[in-house]
């Protein structure tokens, strides 16, 4: 029994590894390491930000302030990650963390926070997320969400673009949205105020942290539940151990610690100005959503004339415009709001179909092909197979159709229906499976599957079948139609003879 145990020991070591958790000193299994863990958060910190609203950029000093206060804790971190900071232009309440120290933080959860000791504490959980590899245990957990679940844990904020993200980035919506569990939040919660006091930051702001998100869960405001409540549930609990943690660090000589509440009320003026303009946003979003175009104008008008810098504001109303048909329209306020924001997918994937939409085909082209680089989707993807099929490109558009046709629900399906369109006629083969079986009375069968989520019509399928002694016999069979995803058997005729051997193969078939 020692022996098995032993032997199971050995071989788990040998498939994971054995690495030093640097937070806790502590040796653990895993196999992804930290420049494993480097190359995941810079590949995937683009993608992750795209998909929850953008950087914002109205006060590019809130950025710079917010990296700074996160720096400074992440000096006390035991392990040296390339860590960035950036504030997200999103309402919802919520900060997370990256592998390989990249961060997040929400506008709308700076706007709950009174003091940059907050803030700190905010961070210093973050960064222990991000050092202690609670992302990296998660993956090699196989912790993930995949496919339709991410599309609705993102929580992106424009609906229509909800599910459509693509294959590397859905990694990247994974790593955001994954739950770390009870063990590794109080870690983070350890840990994060210990480097809030080595900071130099009074350390009762965590616990004021804390209860300032029990009381909110009360509320049960709606986008608390979506935000940090979903990954981090707030508890009695958890304001208790940062409390016990307070009196032992004072213990230890942490005396005092600043607050900071002067320079983070200065630093977050703008968001606190703009913030019934955000609230005429999002309401905005959700009518437009709801497809009451009207009320999304005026409410996304309101915005604009309380807040005209936030490109944000201009690419909803383009959207809106777009989605009502007005495309000219939609054209000008997706350049207004690229001239004041030009690195986010949504204004050029929005001004690319409504060019689309108007025949600037190239111009089109040019902005769907922005918008990938930010942030992959099914929908920029399909958009330039319809293109390249337009053109007569038929291996570039099953290209590009191919491309989309991974992602979950509607959007793939689309893709995969041109992708049959343009390929089936090249390889019918390939969507079109046929073969040969023996019947119970030992009767020839030719087995016909559409593998294509669409009906296919005037299927051809060449058989060749190899008798022992009267030799090869090749002949064609049709069906006529043939239902997504479902197989027609046909007997085929027996001759006086043994059977040696045979083949099938689709030679045509249409989609309907
Ligand atoms: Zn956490």
């Not at 710079?64 to 040296?80: F, S």
């Not at 999103?90 to 709308?108: D, E, Q, T």
């Not at 496919?147 to 994974?174: D, F, H, K, M, S």
């Not at 303009?277 to 497809?291: H, I, L, S, V």
């Amino acid at each position: 029994m020692l022996m098995r145990a032993l032997f199971l020991a050995v071989s788990l070591t040998s498939l994971f590894g054995c690495v030093v958790n640097p937070v806790t000193g502590k040796n653990e299994l895993g196999w992804v390491g930290t420049d494993t863990q480097i190359q995941i958060g810079e590949k995937n910190y683009v993608p992750a930000q795209q998909m929850q609203g953008g950087q914002y950029k109205v006060d590019k000093g809130l950025t710079e302030y917010v990296n700074g206060v996160g720096q400074r804790l992440a000096r006390h971190a035991p392990i040296d990650l390339p860590w960035e900071f950036v504030v997200l232009n999103n309402s919802v309440p919520n900060a997370w963390a990256m592998p390989g120290g990249k961060i997040a933080v929400n506008r709308g959860l700076l706007t709950e926070l009174s003091s940059e000791a907050e803030l700190a504490a905010v961070l210093g959980h973050e960064v222990v997320h991000a050092a202690a590899r609670h992302g990296a245990q998660g993956m090699e957990r196989g912790m993930l969400l995949q496919g339709a679940l991410i599309a609705a844990a993102i929580g992106t904020r424009n609906q229509e673009y909800a599910g459509a993200v693509l294959g590397g980035a859905q990694l990247a919506a994974g790593l955001v949205t994954q739950k770390y569990g009870r063990d590794a939040e109080r870690e983070s919660d350890y840990y994060g105020t210990r480097y809030l006091a080595q900071a130099g930051y009074d350390p009762q702001a965590a616990v004021t942290l804390q209860e300032t998100f029990v009381r909110l869960s009360e509320g049960r405001k709606s986008s608390w539940l979506e935000g940090l409540f979903a990954s981090h549930p707030p508890s009695q609990e958890r304001v208790n151990n940062n409390r016990a943690l307070v009196k032992t660090l004072r213990a230890e000589g942490f005396k005092g610690g600043e607050l900071g509440k002067d320079r983070f009320a200065a630093a977050t003026a703008q968001i606190r100005r703009d913030a019934a303009a955000y609230a005429a946003y999002d309401a905005a979003r959700e009518a437009a959503g709801k497809k009451q175009y009207d009320v999304a104008a005026e409410e996304a008008g309101k915005a604009i004339r309380l807040q005209g810098a936030e490109a944000q504001f201009h690419g909803l109303r383009g959207d809106i415009r777009r989605l009502q048909g007005r495309h000219d329209d939609a054209i000008t306020n997706y350049d207004r709001a690229i001239a004041q924001d030009d690195a986010y997918f949504g204004f050029y994937l929005g001004r690319g179909i409504s060019r689309s939409k108007s025949g600037a085909r190239d111009a089109a082209k040019q902005d769907f092909n922005r918008s990938v680089e930010f942030l992959p989707t099914a929908i920029a993807y399909t958009e330039l197979g319809k293109i390249a099929e337009a053109e007569g490109n038929a291996s570039a558009a099953a290209r590009y159709y191919e491309a989309a046709s991974g992602a979950p629900g509607a959007a793939g399906q689309q893709a995969m229906q041109g992708l049959v369109r343009v390929d089936l006629p090249r390889q019918p083969n390939k969507y079109v499976r046929a073969e040969l079986a023996r019947g119970a009375k030992g009767e020839v069968l030719l087995k016909v599957t559409n593998t294509t989520p669409v009906t296919l019509v005037d299927i051809q399928v060449n058989v060749q079948l190899r008798w022992a002694v009267t030799g090869e016999q090749a002949f064609g069979r049709r069906i006529d139609a043939l239902a997504a995803g479902r197989s027609a058997l046909v007997a085929l005729p027996l001759r006086n003879d043994e059977l040696i051997g045979g083949n099938a193969y689709t030679v045509a078939a249409r989609s309907q």
